[in-house]
Every structure is written in structure tokens, then in C-alpha cells.
């Protein structure tokens, strides 16, 4: 068991006035497996073992994954899959690796004339992961970021600068040179809310249905005790550590290996239902335990920035969609629980019924994962 570390497949385009374009698209190799959750990173040393028919092989696999989730269009042209050329490239370790991995990288370049006009990506049905659609324009990373679920259009990036002759949103002053034409207010904030709600929709689907893990925690602390305060405590309490981390591994100033995060995080699922079974009734050190695993946890929601190239104010308003949407989806666990159990008012009886086997079925799962994660 791993804490949400498999990213989405990030596209990333690269244009300049000039009519140069790229694409680039970068997959982890673990994404192949029926359960990639299970499988390590393939680290360096991993893939300087593998023959050279395994190595096309996982290329193979990149071109087929790529071709089944991906198509994108300029202008006006018909929808198509570009003529990607796939190789291998390395990436620094982070955090949830302490040697460099290896991905599998997509590349494609093309020259664009002046009448390209925009540029657009869609997920297409069979996509096996979301898609992050970022951009640069003449190095400089654009604010808006879409992240695409299967069968969705990202917005049309305006391509209407290339002409060879001016940078984007430049006009020439008094001196003839060119300075930067700021952009309206009203489209900084679409294009803050566009991002903002792709990364809530993103934070929400990594709690439910995707974080198992997360559901299960989530489920040990509404299990102690029904009542709001308690609830609201821990959850709050849960939410601000998990914040910190996330916010701080993202911006590369914490880091800390998987092979230490993930057993904790395992462990902190047993340790809050075993709790709940031995020791019943809200204590305010509940709150000390609840914020130290939630620091933990931040680390394992870190894996799903990993991946993506944003400029710094779209990395802050992604972190703050992204903890709204895990709110979210956690306050619509708590809300299905407490909605499938409200019926029960008897505390005994609920106590019997829902939390001593709940907390055991938990504690169990939570003890399994933390001996796999340490074991195997």
C-alpha cells in the first residue's frame, strides 16, 4: 500500500514566436502494472539491469498508453495523435525515492505557422490516468493548468503571438523596444479558477475513490466518537498537518523516502483503530497523535505534484484546490458514514455493531500494509 504516489501523466507544451513547438509527455513505468501501487520505482540501477528487449518492451508499452489516452489539435485542424519519438530519461530523487528514477519521456516538435491560432489536448476514454495539461510560452510557465479525466477537452491555449516577429502580450514603447503588456484582471482570476478547480476536483478523487488508505483513516477518527466537536477537532487538526507537508515537500524544502512514509502511514491506520477499540471517549492527546500522522500523510499526498512543471502562482493556487478538494472528499466519507449510522442512536449498540468490528476490520488492514510495506 502507497499513499497516492502515482502521478498523473503530465503533458507539458513548449511554443515560441518564432512557430518552434514542443510537447513533451512523461510516463512512470510503474503505471503499466495491474497494481502500481505495489510496484517500486524503477530506479537507476533498476533499468541499467534490464536486457535491451525489456527496455523496448516498457516503450512499447509507453507508446500504447500514450496512443489510448491522448489526442491533441491546433487551430482548426482535425484531432490527432502527434508523432511522438519515445525514449528514456532520468529524474532526480525525491521524495518518494532516494535514487534517481527513470521515466519514459514522449517528445514531439514542429514548426507552427501564424495561423495556429490555439492549442488544445483531450483525454480521450480509454485513458488510464488523468492528464495534466501545463504550458510554457517562450520559457516562461503559463498560470493555467487543467487536470483532464477521461473523455474531457482542456481549455484553448491562444497561440495567436506566433508570428516570428513579437514575444506574446509585448507591444513596443516610446523607444521602440517591447515590454510586457500585463493581462486583465478578469483573465488572471478565470485562469486562477480554472486551476484552482481542476486541482479540487484532483484532491477530491484522491480521497474518494482513489485513497483507500486516506478513507480508512479518515473512518478511524469518525469512529472514536460521533459527536461534532470531536470530529471537527480532528479533522481540522488533521487537515493543517497535512497541509504543512504537502505544501513543503512540494516546494522541495522537506523530503523524506517512501520506504519510511508509506510503513506510518500504514501504521497510523492500525494505531487510530486500535484506539477507538481500547481506549473509547474523545482525549484531547487524540489530537497530538491525529497531527503527527497527518504531517505523515502530507508526505504521501506530495507524490501527486511530483510530475508537474508550474509557475509559482499556480503551484499555490493547485495546493490550495488540491486541500479543498481532499477536505472534501473527506467531509463526504464522514458524511456516508454518519448518514449509514445515524439510524443507530443507542451508543452501546453502536458501539458493538459499528465501532469495535469497523475499528477491528481496520486495524487488520492497517497492521497488513505496514508488514508488507516493511517486509516485502
Known amino acids: 500500500m502507497i499513499a497516492?504516489?502515482?502521478?498523473?501523466?503530465?503533458?507539458?507544451?513548449?511554443?515560441?514566436?518564432?512557430?518552434?513547438?514542443?510537447?513533451?509527455?512523461?510516463i512512470d513505468t510503474r503505471s503499466f502494472a495491474e497494481d502500481p501501487e505495489s510496484v517500486p520505482f524503477l530506479t537507476q540501477s533498476s533499468f541499467n539491469e534490464l536486457s535491451s528487449q525489456q527496455k523496448e518492451d516498457l516503450l512499447r508499452k509507453?507508446?500504447?498508453?500514450?496512443?489510448?489516452?491522448?489526442?491533441?489539435?491546433?487551430?482548426?485542424?482535425?484531432?490527432?495523435?502527434?508523432?511522438?519519438?519515445?525514449?528514456?530519461?532520468?529524474?532526480?530523487?525525491?521524495?518518494?525515492?532516494?535514487?534517481?528514477?527513470v521515466v519514459i519521456r514522449a517528445s514531439h516538435q514542429e514548426f507552427l505557422?501564424?495561423?495556429?491560432?490555439?492549442?488544445?489536448?483531450?483525454?480521450?476514454?480509454?485513458?488510464?490516468?488523468?492528464?495534466?495539461?501545463?504550458?510554457?510560452?517562450?520559457?516562461?510557465?503559463?498560470?493555467?493548468?487543467?487536470?483532464?479525466?477521461?473523455?474531457?477537452?482542456?481549455?484553448?491555449?491562444?497561440?495567436?503571438?506566433?508570428?516570428?516577429?513579437?514575444?506574446?502580450?509585448?507591444?513596443?514603447n516610446l523607444n521602440g523596444s517591447t515590454q510586457p503588456k500585463q493581462e486583465s484582471i478578469e483573465k488572471r482570476r478565470s485562469d486562477a479558477r480554472s486551476t484552482f478547480l481542476s486541482f479540487c476536483r484532483q484532491g477530491f478523487v484522491h480521497v474518494l475513490p482513489l485513497?483507500?488508505?486516506?478513507?480508512?483513516?479518515?473512518?478511524?477518527?469518525?469512529?472514536?466518537?460521533?459527536?461534532?466537536?470531536?470530529?471537527?477537532?480532528?479533522?481540522?487538526?488533521?487537515?493543517?498537518?497535512?497541509?504543512?507537508?504537502?505544501?513543503?515537500?512540494?516546494?522541495?524544502?522537506?523530503s523524506a523516502p517512501s520506504h519510511v512514509v508509506e510503513p506510518i502511514i500504514a501504521a497510523s491506520i492500525a494505531m487510530v483503530a486500535i484506539e477507538n477499540i481500547f481506549f473509547p471517549g474523545y482525549r484531547h492527546t487524540r489530537l497530538f497523535v491525529v497531527f503527527f500522522f497527518g504531517l505523515i500523510h502530507g508526505l504521501g499526498f506530495a507524490g501527486a505534484f511530483s510530475a508537474f512543471n508550474l509557475e509559482p502562482t499556480s503551484l499555490v493556487i493547485g495546493l490550495l484546490g488540491f486541500n479543498v478538494g481532499v477536505?472534501?472528499?473527506?467531509?463526504?466519507?464522514?458524511?456516508?458514514?454518519?448518514?449509514?449510522?445515524?439510524?443507530?442512536?443507542?451508543?452501546?449498540?453502536?458501539?458493538k455493531l459499528v465501532v469495535i468490528p469497523g475499528s477491528s476490520l481496520i486495524a487488520l488492514m492497517g497492521i497488513y500494509w505496514t508488514i508488507e510495506r516493511v517486509f516485502f
Open 113 to 172: 505557422p501564424s495561423n495556429s491560432a490555439f492549442y488544445q489536448i483531450r483525454a480521450k476514454k480509454e485513458a488510464a490516468y488523468d492528464l495534466v495539461f501545463s504550458n510554457l510560452i517562450n520559457d516562461k510557465p503559463q498560470r493555467r493548468v487543467n487536470v483532464l479525466f477521461p473523455e474531457e477537452e482542456s481549455f484553448q491555449l491562444d497561440l495567436s503571438f506566433i508570428d516570428g516577429k513579437r514575444m506574446p502580450k509585448e507591444e513596443p
Open 211 to 254: 485513497g483507500l488508505d486516506h478513507i480508512l483513516f479518515v473512518l478511524g477518527l469518525f469512529f472514536l466518537s460521533r459527536k461534532w466537536k470531536p470530529i471537527l477537532y480532528q479533522v481540522s487538526v488533521f487537515t493543517i498537518a497535512h497541509t504543512i507537508t504537502l505544501g513543503l515537500a512540494t516546494l522541495d524544502l522537506i
Open 327 to 351: 477536505e472534501l472528499g473527506q467531509l463526504a466519507v464522514i458524511s456516508i458514514v454518519f448518514i449509514s449510522t445515524f439510524w443507530l442512536k443507542d451508543e452501546f449498540s453502536y458501539r
Open 62 to 101: 509507453g507508446k500504447v498508453m500514450i496512443s489510448e489516452a491522448l489526442e491533441i489539435k491546433f487551430g482548426h485542424r482535425d484531432w490527432h495523435l502527434p508523432n511522438f519519438v519515445f525514449s528514456f530519461t532520468e529524474k532526480n530523487a525525491t521524495e518518494l525515492s532516494e535514487e534517481n528514477i
Open 4 to 26: 497516492h504516489p502515482i502521478p498523473d501523466i503530465p503533458i507539458l507544451g513548449s511554443f515560441y514566436t518564432d512557430g518552434n513547438a514542443s510537447i513533451l509527455v512523461e
